[in-house]
């Protein structure tokens, strides 16, 4: 890519930020370079849009966010939920069932979403009873699992403590069909599911089709599984150094780590 892209799409954890879950110097100046260059800024994240003022914070600005793998379009200037995919309740009582029997013992949560990021009348992470974190999650509401089902949610989250993500992938993907699109971005036994056909490449097509910009012309960075369908549609897919081995193969080229300014020295190419 010779011409400076014009959008970018930037995973955030084990990307844009450090293992400290903070935004270095010098990757907060080249971004902030970027768009006062006349890029758009996008991120591109499986957090939901409670979990983006911390990072609106580390940049200095409020960029348009891609959240939950792509389900949700989420403006942290206005504080707006612009737009949201679900999984049906139908979807999610399937779901459940394929995960009791092929991952017995697997705890289930919900996100679910409402018009702003914190929404006091929908309660938006919701686990059923037992539930054990992958981190630790403090805005957890613990119900029956039958209330857990009941309502239509933006992600289906699947944990086992102890497991290995990977494995829990290769063992439901034979099974769940068009119930959903699974992924993950932690190895440390916790499975994402977003309705069918719906991704962070997804997502970052909505934010760029209004401004009239083609995916074509977007950069992406990411780390982890559920980065590749973006490192794939961008025109220019860049895996960190840290990446997982999928992330790795379906790049076009690898940065630096997340520890070493890996977002800051590809974007410095253009603007410095």
């Given amino acids: 890519m010779l011409n400076p892209p014009r959008l970018i799409g930037c995973d955030v954890d084990g990307t844009l930020f450090n293992e400290d ?12 370079a970027a768009v ?16 983006i003022r911390p990072v609106v914070e580390a940049l200095g600005f409020a960029p348009t966010a891609v959240c939950a793998n792509g389900a949700v379009i989420y403006d942290p200037e206005h504080d707006r939920v612009i737009s949201a995919r679900t999984l049906s309740v139908e979807t999610l009582a399937a779901l459940a069932d394929i995960t009791r029997r092929v991952i017995p013992g697997a705890g289930l949560a919900v996100e679910r979403i409402g018009e702003r990021a914190h929404d006091s009348a929908t309660p938006q992470f919701i686990s059923s009873p037992g539930y054990e974190h992958a981190w630790l999650n403090p805005d957890n509401t613990e119900v029956s699992f039958e209330d857990l089902l009941s309502a239509p ?9 102890g497991a290995s993500s990977a494995e829990m992938a290769a063992a439901l993907a034979g099974h769940v069909g068009d119930e959903g699109d699974l992924t993950y971005s932690t190895n440390n036994g916790l499975l994402e599911v977003v309705p069918r056909g719906i991704s962070k490449a997804t997502g970052l097509a909505a934010v760029a089709e209004p401004l009239g910009i083609s995916v074509a012309d977007a950069i992406a960075f990411g780390d982890m599984p559920n980065d590749v369908p973006m490192l794939l549609r961008a025109g220019r897919g860049i895996a960190m150094g840290n990446a997982h081995p999928e992330a790795l193969a379906a790049a076009d080229e690898v940065t630096a780590p997340n520890t ?6 590809v974007l410095e190419r253009w603007w410095s």
């Fill in 21 to 32: 879950e903070t935004l270095t110097p010098r990757t907060r100046a080249a971004v902030q």
């Fill in 36 to 51: 006062a260059g006349g890029a758009h800024f996008v991120l591109a994240t499986g957090r939901p849009p409670r979990w």
């Fill in 153 to 161: 949610a933006v992600k289906l989250l699947i944990r086992k403590a």
């Fill in 260 to 265: 070493d300014d890996g977002v800051a020295r």
